[in-house]
């Protein structure tokens, strides 16, 4: 028989551990507010614009206003595709030092938020899927670069920092190479050497299983000095006392690209559900 002491007891050791529960919680999920959300209803240009550039020797041609189908948007998503067009056709996209692309048959959507949404910090989403995956040259991605970068477009007087110091780096919080098989994309962060054009894009990385073909949610999200990326609200890398190497504002980038020069047929496509920014109060 339990004693009229213990009876008290009981409740107060539950509501003790409930408090200490609710307290660990409260920490470990801060109350974020939304700033920024793009639910792809419509392709928003006060939200996106095309970016037009050749980076990382890539095979196909960048091209604008959903020319070819490239960026379609439709039924409350974004589809970003490289498609094989059947025939080489001439590029405008050059790079940085004002070398043109060579012409290709194939054809890509890239969009950035860049001066129209960027912000300091706070916590980066999407939810998006691959059709697919696992193809030599598959390269899409979802990532983050600093607002003062010196890459096209070069739309105002700060834009003078080169990849990837200070004001010009760089987070991918989803990439997927997909001449590294199925299954698996990448999170980093790309650790500036301290001169331009020179970032360590292996020390800072994690290799991270998921069916890509499904839709999930992929984040990055500043926690004091460390960035925390996670799959689906879980944590599945954290970067010690990193985060506060972008003091700058960020802009988000969304591309599908082809970094080999192997074969490809018809079309390869990231869907996108939604894009959206947080900051904590």
């Known amino acids: 028989m339990k004693s009229k002491a ?37 392709f928003n240009a006060d939200n996106w614009q095309d970016q037009i550039l050749w980076v990382n020797n890539e095979d196909q041609c960048y091209v604008r206003d959903n020319q070819y189908n490239t960026r379609e948007v439709s039924d409350g998503t ?29 054809v890509a959507g890239r969009i950035a938020s860049k001066n129209r949404q960027e912000f300091v910090k706070g916590k980066w989403t999407a939810r998006l899927r691959i059709h697919g ?20 477009p070069v739309q105002e007087a700060d834009e003078n920092i080169c990849w990837p110091l200070t004001g010009s780096g760089e987070i991918d ?26 970032g360590d894009w292996e020390s800072l990385m994690k290799v991270i299983d998921t069916d890509l073909n499904e839709y999930h949610e992929y984040a990055v999200e500043w926690q004091g000095s460390d960035l925390v990326f996670r799959l689906d609200g879980a944590e599945v890398y ?17 591309n599908y690209a082809k970094v080999t020069d192997a074969p490809m047929e018809g079309e390869w496509v990231m869907e996108v559900d939604w894009v959206r920014h947080e900051q904590q109060p």
Not at 87 to 97: A, G, I, L, Q, T
Not at 134 to 147: R, S
Not at 180 to 189: A, D
Not at 238 to 254: C, K, N, Q, W
Request: charge should be negative.
């Open 6 to 42: 213990w009876s008290i007891i009981t409740p107060l050791l539950l509501l003790s551990f409930a408090l200490a529960s609710d307290e660990h919680k409260s920490k470990a999920e801060p109350n974020w507010q939304v700033d920024f959300h793009d639910d792809f209803e419509s």
């Open 78 to 106: 974004l589809k970003l595709r490289v498609i094989n067009i059947g025939e080489e056709r001439e590029c405008d996209n050059v790079d940085k030092h004002g070398n043109k692309h060579p012409a290709t048959r194939y």
């Open 133 to 152: 995956d696992g193809v030599d040259g598959m390269f899409p991605a979802w990532w983050l670069l600093g607002a003062r970068n010196d890459e096209p």
């Open 173 to 198: 919080i989803f990439e997927h190479y997909g001449g590294n098989g199925p299954g698996h994309y990448v999170s980093r962060m790309i650790n500036s050497l301290g001169e331009c054009d020179k």
């Open 238 to 254: 954290r970067i010690p006392g990193r985060g506060d190497d972008f003091p700058e504002p960020l802009f988000a980038i969304l």
